[in-house]
């Protein structure tokens, strides 16, 4: 990540700027951070600002998340844990009988969790405890002291946003992480 002056940017003439236009990328990547000091008026500090370049949607059409791979070692414990628990709803649209392994489809506001009865490659000792320290998926929900109650009467171990912010981990039954946040 380069650090350089703002007044240290190259600046592109109208022609230069149009024939960058026109050449295909082969990849555009995501967005990236740059960053850029600025002088402040109180004294000549220098004060470091991360900003981010604007996102160019990619040729093939980003639209959204479209649903995230859980896998579970018993799909009916699962189930009792995301559906029963946490009242997530099956898609009986997707097809549960096509694939060579027992699954379930659950929404998640606009998206969904695909549960696979599959072998975990992952361990499940020596995890950290706190799941943001961990792959996870996180849901936005609306309140996440409810959540926590739920959690409590459960018996269900989480903790708290080490931020600050309104945020729950915990695990599922196969030690999957989850983070449920306050939006």
Not at 5 to 17: D, F, K, N, R, T
Not at 60 to 69: A, T
Not at 83 to 102: C, E, M, W
Not at 120 to 139: M, Q, S
Request: hydrophobic share 40%; proline share 8%; charged share 20%.
């Amino acid at each position: 990540m380069a650090t350089r002056c703002i007044a240290s940017l190259p600046l592109l003439s109208a022609s230069s700027a149009a024939a960058a236009r026109v050449q295909p990328l082969p990849y555009v990547a995501a967005p990236r951070r740059v960053r850029i000091r600025l002088s402040v008026a109180t004294g000549g500090e220098q004060q470091l600002i991360t900003a981010q370049e604007p996102a160019q949607e990619p040729d093939y059409g980003v639209v959204s998340l479209h649903h995230v791979g859980i896998l579970c070692e018993n799909l009916e414990r699962s189930m009792a844990f995301y559906k029963d628990l946490l009242g997530l709803k099956v898609n009986p649209a997707r097809p549960t009988d096509k694939l060579p392994y027992r699954g379930a489809w659950l929404w998640v506001g606009s998206e969904m969790i695909h549960l696979m009865e599959l072998p975990n490659p992952d361990p499940l000792t020596g995890r950290p405890e706190h799941g943001g320290r961990d792959r996870h998926t996180c849901i936005a929900i609306k309140d996440v002291l409810k959540l926590k109650k739920i959690f409590d009467k459960a018996g269900i171990s989480y903790t708290l946003s080490k931020s600050g912010r309104p945020a729950i981990f915990a695990r599922d039954p196969d030690g999957n992480a989850l983070e449920f946040t306050q939006v």
